[in-house]
């Protein structure tokens, strides 16, 4: 049972653009969300997060939304730059003692120049 | 550079034989996870040791274990290898207060079984 799941293996943007990566969860246990970057050959690297009580989080050209209610959150990237291409996992925590990320299986995002 | 440490970065091993995988976290670091990534699949997550002791356990195989020692890195020993456990292998370590599960990644040990 797949709990967070990326359903866009890839997606292409031209540089400049907006970039959209979407991400749904099951678990309505889930209350903090986080986005991961990961460059070929590197271990995956934090990006930016969200808290379940809150619906929007900002850091520059990185936004997150969450909507709880369609389970669902996006990672908005404005403007898109070459250098953002790498593969996005999106990951979601349940508070407890053991705080254990569980992710989806990632989107290939690749920024056109 | 996230502070954790993963060696190998890259082995070859045959099919049956037995690795071992070695991470040392963060300092001050508590607790450590291992993941696996397959070819196009996403981070499945293995085995968390907190202090030395077991957490919790997730898909990892009963050919596979894990442990955590008193300087706090961690082996993971991957047994009777089949050609599907080739993957990589990330260690990832948890800041000891964190209200967020935020982890920081290891490189990663990048395991071929031929």
């Known amino acids: 049972d797949q709990q967070v799941k990326q359903n866009s293996p890839s997606l292409s943007v031209q540089e400049g653009r907006i970039s959209i990566l979407n991400c749904d969860y099951t678990n309505s246990m889930f209350d903090y969300f986080l986005w991961y970057k990961k460059y070929p050959a590197e271990g995956p690297t934090f990006l930016i997060s969200i808290s379940s009580i809150k619906d929007k989080n900002e850091d520059g050209r990185f936004t997150v939304f969450l909507n709880k209610s369609a389970k669902h959150l996006s990672l908005h990237i404005v403007p898109s730059q070459p250098g953002d291409s790498a593969v996005y996992f999106c990951a979601a925590s349940v508070s407890g003692s053991a705080r254990q990320l569980t992710f989806g299986s990632g989107t290939q995002l690749t920024v056109l120049p | 550079d996230s502070g954790v440490t993963q060696t190998p970065k890259h082995l070859i091993t045959a099919t049956g034989q037995r690795v071992t995988l070695r991470c040392s976290p963060r300092s001050g670091d508590l607790s450590v996870y291992w993941y696996q990534q397959s070819l196009d699949q996403g981070l499945q997550f293995l085995i968390q040791y907190y202090n030395g002791e077991e957490r919790a356990k997730g898909n990892i195989l009963e050919r596979f274990s894990a442990q955590q020692f008193p300087d706090l890195h961690s082996e993971l020993n991957l047994s009777s290898l089949e050609l599907g456990d080739s993957a990589l292998y990330f260690c990832?370590?948890?800041?000891?207060?964190?209200?967020?599960?935020?982890?920081?990644f290891g490189e990663g040990s990048r395991l071929t079984v031929l």
């Open positions: 990832a370590s948890q800041p000891t207060r964190s209200n967020t599960g935020e982890l920081f």
